[in-house]
């Protein structure tokens, strides 16, 4: 795990003078990184500014629901610029408010035609800052949409019974649609026993062996996706990166992103590729992609040099480095070097604003999606 | 599904007066058709013989069990070829023999110990010649080593619900440790229903979701692997090919052969990209890898130029092709121009005689664990 310490930067133009960190890929989840860090995103928005300039923003547009896009019918398409220093800036930030507000008046809906409001349920277990920050940021968006949320804080020492006993609860209460385990837990407690205890069709993070085996199989469908891989195919979606028939590189194979990231790109008829610790030369690997999903935490570890001209590039990794500038002695950077990347590729995703914010809109999308279901409400 | 059909081949030296078939990568499973086809082997492996001359047989070894053989320790290691036109033939017909009597062994071992005699079901439905043949080559290897074999066969127009009655009572009795649907089923039933209600317990094919999702998790542990994909690896495993860090190929991404076998191989560490119908220029990325498992039902569609230098080449597909020297009109051929790619590979499986003995061979082993764990007697 990265996010409790702090990484340093190599090799990347702008962050020379930091200190040297080891370049070995840790196939730690960045996912975990996203959901542990503390990013404060305005602070972080504004060092990414400073770096790159102005973030380009696309005009307004209508909502669009959640579903594969055409390349033709895409918002904002990608236009190969490769080479010349201009890749496309994927944003986001703002794609996940658009989703934010499809939920929202989704939500309304199947409230005034039903009556029913969607509820997610999260389980926090000891007493660490990043996930306490984390589950308050959740309640914070679910309330913003309109989805009721319940938590229960249970002491560090507390049983794996006892987590069990309430996770049981939620399974049975018919006003709770998805159930989240904020990770990680107390050593003490074995991660599956309790993942597994959440009822699959509840399971809005998409953890559960069933639901990854769906994702895994063809002719089967999951109940739901994980969130941060989700997020990465809905921006290349809603940015009409074309992916059936693309070279396809997943750098890392964590449970939570590389390997559904890789699943869901193979779903979609990528010819897919995963890079990890143990993989012989990463770069040449990475070089014949068109379509690169960094989740490794490693800051800055992808140079430019790794990137095919053209590529598009979605960068997992939040990454906290130090720098002395910063009123908080640190900033976030992604698994990529960005200012190399972005000479290179066509589209490439910032940190933060990039991937971060999806996760989020995600879980309040797969939340929807249980309540629907649940209720047999419209499309789900 | 290429079992029913005749194929035929096109660009393989010894073939070219054959005619013309589709290059098109089908994804349809090779297991299904190693499953399903009535291969003759004595027949099949005089004429390879024929074609490759006598094949070379290590000399015969004590019996090892069923885990991973570090290369220093093979039995019959790979010493690299390349180019020498003298590929070392993976003899999986002496290997499955191997493994059956390692089978047979055990089975004695835990009737004499606990008295507990392993059992598999296997569930026929409909008339397939096919099936009926597949079905009584499991029961005839089930005897041969001694594991208890009990059958339904159902008529074609059964009721799905009959067919899970079935299963469900095989479920509840312990005098049988694994079940086995024989597929296909006909179109009237939904197959994923019929597999679901096998108990993973009881799973020994390897095939229900969470047994997929536990083979794709890092960190979690299926139950039963798939069994020609299993019998595959414990190839490359008896034959000391190191998979760690190497490039791995798997063409065709089928449930039960090419995306477990790449699961597989990513869980040993191997670099793996998957090669399928959507994949642009198969040729260049399967030329990179060191390891190739081709599973897609087209007979010698992998030429010689597919192959890099040394690589080490499983070969899944049993295909019909046309002969009108055979008695029977056909012989059986792979997926991989065996005459050009073994000129090439370091070691390869000739078919028949390759992966098609090791599937009967891992179901008896996949069986044995079963009893064995359901008893909590010896490794399992």
């Not at 006003?175 to 407690?189: D, K, N, T, Y």
């Not at 469908?221 to 940015?239: D, S």
């Not at 068109?290 to 590039?313: E, H, T």
Request: hydrophobic share 40%; charged share 20%.
């Amino acid at each position: 795990m990265v996010n409790a310490r702090t990484h340093f930067v190599l090799h990347c133009p702008k962050y020379q003078k930091s200190r040297m960190a080891s370049l070995a890929l840790t196939d730690t989840s960045s996912s975990a990184t996203a959901r542990l860090f503390p990013f404060r995103r305005r602070n972080g928005v504004l060092l990414l500014r400073h770096l790159v300039g102005p973030l380009p923003r696309p005009p307004p547009t209508p909502l669009r629901p959640l579903t594969a896009v055409h390349p033709s019918n895409a918002l904002y398409p990608v236009v190969s610029a490769a080479g010349d220093g201009s890749a496309k800036v994927i944003d986001g930030k703002m794609v996940a408010k658009q989703i934010t507000e499809e939920v929202a008046s989704e939500v309304s809906r199947m409230k005034a035609a039903i009556g029913v409001v969607p509820g997610l349920a999260v389980v926090l277990v000891g007493d660490r800052k990043d996930s306490a920050t984390y589950v308050r940021k959740k309640k914070k968006a679910c309330e913003s949409v309109g989805i009721n949320s319940f938590d229960v804080h249970l002491p560090a020492d507390s049983p794996e019974d006892e987590v069990i006993k309430f996770i049981s609860g939620f399974n049975d209460d018919p006003s709770v649609h998805g159930i989240l385990v904020q990770l990680p837990l107390p050593p003490h407690m074995d991660e599956e026993n309790v993942l597994n205890a959440v009822s699959i069709e509840k399971d809005v993070d998409g953890f559960h062996p069933v639901n990854i085996g769906r994702l895994a199989m063809r002719g089967r469908e999951p109940l739901f996706v994980p969130c941060t891989p989700k997020g990465c195919i809905e921006l290349l979606h809603r940015y009409g990166v074309q992916i059936k028939g693309k070279k396809a590189v997943v750098i890392g194979r964590s449970n939570i992103v590389g390997m559904p990231a890789a699943l869901l790109l193979q779903r979609e008829d990528a010819t897919v590729s995963i890079v990890h610790s143990r993989t012989k030369n990463p770069e040449a690997i990475t070089k014949q992609a068109d379509i690169v999903i960094s989740a490794v935490g490693q800051p800055n570890m992808v140079k430019g040099s790794w990137i095919k001209p053209g590529a598009v590039v979605i960068d997992v990794g939040i990454n906290p480095v130090e720098d002395a500038k910063s009123r908080r002695g640190y900033r976030l950077v992604g698994d990529v070097c960005y200012e190399e990347a972005s000479k290179v590729a066509s589209a490439i995703t910032p940190v933060p604003g990039g991937v971060g914010p999806m996760t989020i809109a995600m879980l309040l999308s797969n939340t929807l999606s249980s309540a629907k279901r649940a209720n047999n409400f419209g499309n789900h």
